[in-house]
């Protein structure tokens, strides 16, 4: 069983280290925004000291901010916007510019391994 496992990420295209390298290399000085945590599962390895990062508890949060970053970077989780209020005021505020998108699925509708290699979205502020 491990065998296999080890067989579904071996083509597999690491999205956010790509997304990481990338960001390093385009958004230099950029300000970058994302919501939750900046853990290694949630977000792309960059240069830190390079970027003003700014992490928001929420979408309700994010939104509501006047100092809005100049990037969202987001994950398959899309930036936690349930409500429709809050999902209008981000897309009215943000364009997507940038998306590193798995080469193969992995494993389908698996909440458990979604982190492992999740869709990496680049917002710009508008």
């Known amino acids: 069983e491990a065998i296999e496992i080890m067989r579904l990420f071996e083509n ?17 000085g950029a300000s970058l925004g994302h919501t939750m945590d900046l853990i290694p599962f949630d977000f792309p390895p960059v240069r830190l000291a390079e970027h003003k990062v700014v ?4 979408a309700a949060e994010l939104v509501a901010d006047k100092d809005q970053p100049d990037y ?13 209020e809050e ?3 981000f897309f009215k ?12 699925e992995v494993m389908p509708d698996s909440w458990t391994i ?12 508008v």
């Open 12 to 28: 597999a295209t690491d999205t956010k280290m790509q997304a990481g390298a990338w960001i390093d290399e385009n958004l230099r």
């Open 55 to 58: 992490v928001y508890q929420d």
């Open 72 to 84: 969202i970077v987001g994950t398959g989780t899309l930036l936690f916007i349930s409500g429709p």
């Open 87 to 89: 999902r209008a005021k």
């Open 93 to 104: 505020a943000y364009t997507l510019v940038k998306e590193f998108a798995n080469s193969r």
């Open 114 to 125: 979604m982190h492992a290699n999740t869709t990496v979205y680049i917002y710009k502020k």
